[in-house]
């Protein structure tokens, strides 16, 4: 079961890091999956926000460019998703996503207030 955490409220500017996990992942596993990032405000659809390949390839939404980040720690077997200069825009719930398997996170809420 994936799990997303680290979301919560911060000001315009602020930063968070968001975490994807799936609990007892073998550690080969881990490296094959590649995991995206997505975002949903209420009424709208959810919008791709970044990716990381399991070959570390990265690729970011225009509007996250230069403030977001995908990383990933192979000993703790979690993606992460930094996020800097936060916008109100960025308001959403975050979700992740690994595929192979098309596997989703329960989302976490991201509130930036102005």
């Known amino acids: 079961q994936l799990q997303a955490s680290g979301g919560g409220l911060v000001q315009a500017g602020g930063s968070l890091r968001l975490s994807c996990v799936v609990p007892r992942i073998i550690t080969s596993v881990f490296w094959s999956k590649d995991v995206n990032w997505h975002r949903q405000v209420p009424g709208k659809q959810r919008e791709f926000v970044a990716r990381?390949?399991?070959?570390?390839?990265?690729t970011y939404a225009e509007s996250v460019k230069g403030r977001f980040t995908v990383s990933r720690d192979n000993a703790r077997k979690t993606w992460y998703l930094h996020m800097k200069n936060l916008g109100p825009d960025d308001t959403a719930v975050y979700y992740c996503?690994?595929?192979?398997?098309?596997?989703w996170g329960q989302g976490t809420q991201v509130t930036v207030s102005s």
């Open positions: 990381m390949t399991g070959g570390g390839s990265t």
């Open positions: 996503n690994i595929n192979p398997g098309n596997q």
